[in-house]
């Protein structure tokens, strides 16, 4: 009699469990905020694919248009949104041209070399404006902000980047824009947000600044260094008014984005370049599928990158620049 009770019992405690499981909501919702409805998702819907559309759209045309024939290019007036002949002679012709084979290899130096030049920089003032007991850090800091209001102006610039002998050299396509204020005070405000238990446990074994840097601070910070270095990166990727500047007759000290400007712009050979191809193998007027094949070279190094940086955004950049 006790055996089947404590039986009976437990079934129906068994059963009031499995009912309040399948009663429990799957997801819990603030009192304030309503459910959605089939209006507003479907609204959200179609936003985010007129948002799709607008980013995807214009590359699929490039793209398209670079993989067209010149008949195809022709018959469409212009920009091709669906290729009727697939052909790679647009891509042929660009990579077997030298001066977009140097530029291309002139950007990536460039790129590289300017992002671990700028990302050394901008880390270590960023470390030492946020420990509050480095020496002048505050007028430090006040003297930067000033700088992102208060400039020289481009003719001061060029007179100082000349007057130095930077005129011509690679190193003038870096240094004038090797440092960029506010990624120095993004990475300024995740320094800060250390945890101060973690720095004082290490200078209480004994390490020094550089220790707690390299050890504590940047491993904590991946993020928001990932994210800095890709602002760089393709600050200097895509940068060519310095060259319009300090390097304007030297074709071969090029970046790809300043071939991609001539050539697009002018269409009949780099000027200044009479030893590189694109006046002997280019005709007069420049395809339009040649020129957005030059475009796509310039956009896929970019688009392998970000896909991998995607995931550090929000944290990298919204954590440390809002607060409350």
Known sequence: MTETLTKERTEDTGGVERAAGRR??????P???EPPTAAGQTAKGLTLGAVVAIVLVPLWIVVATSLSTQATVNRAGGLVIWPEEITFEAYRVMLGDSTVRNALLVSLGITLVGTALSMA?????AYGLSRPRSVAHRFILVLLIVTMFVNGGLIPTFLVVTGLGGYGEWWSLILPSAVSV???LVLRAFYKDTSADLIEAARIDGAGDWRILWSIVLPTSRAVTAVVALFYGVGYWNSFFNVMLYMPTD???WPLQYVLLTYVNRGNGLPGSVNSGFGTQFSQTAPLSLQMAVVVLTLVPLLLVYPFMQKHFRVGV???AVKG
């Open 318 to 320: 919204l954590t440390g």
């Open 24 to 29: 429990r909501p799957r997801a819990t919702r």
């Open 182 to 184: 506010f990624n120095i």
């Open 251 to 253: 074709s071969e000290k």
């Open 121 to 125: 920089v901008s880390i270590l003032c």
């Open 31 to 33: 009192r304030w905020e």
